[in-house]
């Protein structure tokens, strides 16, 4: 065989087999899908941003009472399904959730979860690796759909299932870093604002921008100019509700993180070995420890972005695994950054057509 043909059969088996191994992967989420196609709850996280909406509209507070005044549990004693109404939100996202109530009520929740599958794949085309071979970036994206064990994240499907925002924070942190590489303060701002439906994940982005060695002028500027408009969104549900950031705050401390398995959380998962006053003391030195180290050693680079978009986990007191969207689109915009990854993508993509350079 001459070496043209023996390198064009090379590349044929290697092309192949990345794409063979990528739809192993995937098929465990798909099976999930097919099979969750015929529920009645596609998209139902809005009912819980709809109840605050439909609140402040009446004139009431836009979280419940029930969630200020005493501990609470989204999984309360009885309950068939998870419930926490308008209590884990910023106040000013109402203002970003308030067009959809214009569409009709018997397809709101329906539409909704459309809107955030769309926004989750607009994260993922941004942040899609287009500096490396095409193979490499499916290589990547192969390896974060697949855990050590189980084979595959199933909880990752309900972010397409019940349409958790979590899809707007993953667009915004992806538009953040390529922002930041363009050195555009409106794409970095637009992405701190997208973030921001999320306090912890735009906190730590921040503290980032603000670490900026290297063209600090359009990241610092960024995180004023975002500041500027969470300001205005903010004082337009004041008006409606003066108690709002009270009682996201008080809603916050109240809650009573749920235990059980699913629940991601360090401050959860460490509670039975080291005591849960201890955990959570932990977690959070942690998990504001990880940003600060950030913001002190000016870790503006990958990173710094990647602790920064991490280090939101380890703060919450409930991290389901949908949660996990947000750092693995961190990783794949990154991944061109990092020295292994060109590596092995320069031996991967030998003899195949240049990578887009943009």
């Known amino acids: ?66 969630y200020v005044t005493g501990p609470w549990s989204q999984f309360a004693v009885g309950a068939q399904i998870p419930t926490y109404t308008w209590s884990l939100h910023p106040p000013y996202s109402a203002v970003l959730y308030q067009p959809f109530m214009l569409v009709p009520a018997a397809i709101r929740a329906v539409t909704w979860a459309a809107v955030m599958a769309a926004t989750l794949a607009a994260a993922v085309a941004v942040a899609w690796p287009r500096r490396l071979w095409w193979g490499t970036g499916l290589l990547i994206a192969t390896i974060l759909l697949r855990p050590p064990i189980n084979g595959a994240w199933l909880g990752l499907i309900d972010q397409i299932h019940y349409a958790n925002p979590n899809a707007i924070v993953a667009l915004g942190v992806a538009l ?20 921001s439906v999320k306090i912890l994940p735009a906190a730590t982005l921040g503290l980032w921008l603000l670490a900026a060695r290297d063209r600090p002028g ?41 235990p059980g398995a699913t629940n991601f959380a360090p401050q959860v998962r460490l509670a039975p070995l080291l005591g849960p006053d201890v955990a959570k003391l932990l977690s959070w030195v942690v998990g504001l420890g990880v940003p600060l180290l950030v913001l002190v050693r000016r870790l503006d680079g990958p990173g710094g972005f990647l602790l920064a978009v991490s280090a939101s986990l380890l703060l919450t007191p409930q991290l389901w695994a949908n949660w996990f969207v947000v750092p693995a689109v961190a990783v794949l915009a990154t991944a061109p950054e990092w020295r292994i990854v060109r590596a092995v993508d320069r031996r991967l993509s030998a003899g195949f057509p240049a990578s887009d350079p943009a």
């Open 218 to 258: 359009p990241a610092r500027k960024s995180v004023v100019v975002a500041g500027g408009i969470l300001a205005v969104l903010t004082v337009i549900v004041l008006v409606q509700d003066p108690g709002a950031i009270y009682d996201m705050i008080r809603s916050q401390l109240n809650m009573v993180p749920w």
């Open 1 to 66: 065989m001459s070496p043209e043909r023996w390198d064009l059969l090379r590349r044929l088996i290697l092309a192949n087999a990345v794409v063979v191994l990528f739809i192993i992967t995937v098929m465990p989420y798909v099976e999930r899908i097919v099979v969750l196609l015929p529920a009645s709850d596609w998209g139902s996280d809005w009912r819980w941003l709809e109840d605050g909406l439909k609140r402040l509209a009446a004139g009431l507070p836009l979280t419940r009472p029930e």
């Open 176 to 195: 953040v870093w390529i922002g930041r590489r363009r050195g555009s303060t409106a794409l970095m701002a637009a992405g701190l604002v997208l973030a």
